[in-house]
């Protein structure tokens, strides 16, 4: 199912359309502020498992992130009680980046086994937003790669939909995607440390 959804219009019904999806156990693609992303609701530990072995990671302990809708959603999630950090985040979010943070006992149990920390994005997209805000808890989220050694990722969601169609439940068309991913940024060490440069540039 390909569904188009305006990043600076989004339409409540299809929103709905897609979160109910979403608590059925559905997979989805989605844009970002950066690239496409594939994601399922973080209460559907059989699809992200699903996803894990999709991405070739250990089902167990999965390096996946979470989608948040804004920083309050965070502290549900997340311990940050370094007063930095925090102001960190809120200089830069909604933005282009991946904060690894320290994860609360809230996450679940597939994020928890031997896993202490969790990358968290808030992008500037309004539609992924919107998902989250609707549904009402993150989702998990892991970038869509193109096995072509030039173009690392993909950016038209038709092609998105037509190579992934037989994978997940929906893709959200939301216009053509960056070929940059995110930046990461690890918070849980003595220094605020960049893992890996990406579409953002952080403000310090």
Aim: include cysteine; glycine fraction near 6%; charged fraction near 25%.
């Amino acid at each position: 199912m390909l569904i188009r959804i305006y990043n600076d219009n989004t339409n409540t019904r299809d929103i709905r359309r897609i979160v109910d999806l979403l608590e059925t156990g559905a997979i989805i693609i989605y844009p970002t502020d950066t690239v496409y992303a594939m994601g399922c609701d973080i209460k559907a530990p059989k699809s992200i498992e699903k996803i894990a072995r999709f991405k070739g990671l250990n089902p167990k302990n999965p390096d996946l992130s979470l989608i948040f809708h804004d920083m309050s959603q965070l502290s549900e999630y997340t311990i940050i009680r370094d007063n930095t950090i925090f102001k960190l985040l809120k200089r830069n979010l909604p933005g282009p980046f991946t904060f690894i943070v320290q994860a609360n006992s809230q996450i679940p149990k597939l994020f928890r086994n031997k896993k202490k920390t969790v990358g968290i994005r808030i992008p500037d997209n309004n539609i992924v937003l919107e998902l989250v805000r609707e549904l009402g808890r993150p989702i998990v989220t892991t970038s869509i790669h193109d096995p072509d050694e030039i173009i690392e990722y993909t950016t038209d969601p038709e092609l998105i939909h037509e190579k992934y169609n037989d994978f997940v439940d929906a893709v959200i068309d939301g216009g053509f995607g960056h070929n940059a991913a995110s930046t990461i940024v690890d918070c849980t060490g003595d220094e605020i440390e960049i893992v890996r440069q990406g579409l953002g540039n952080l403000e310090l």
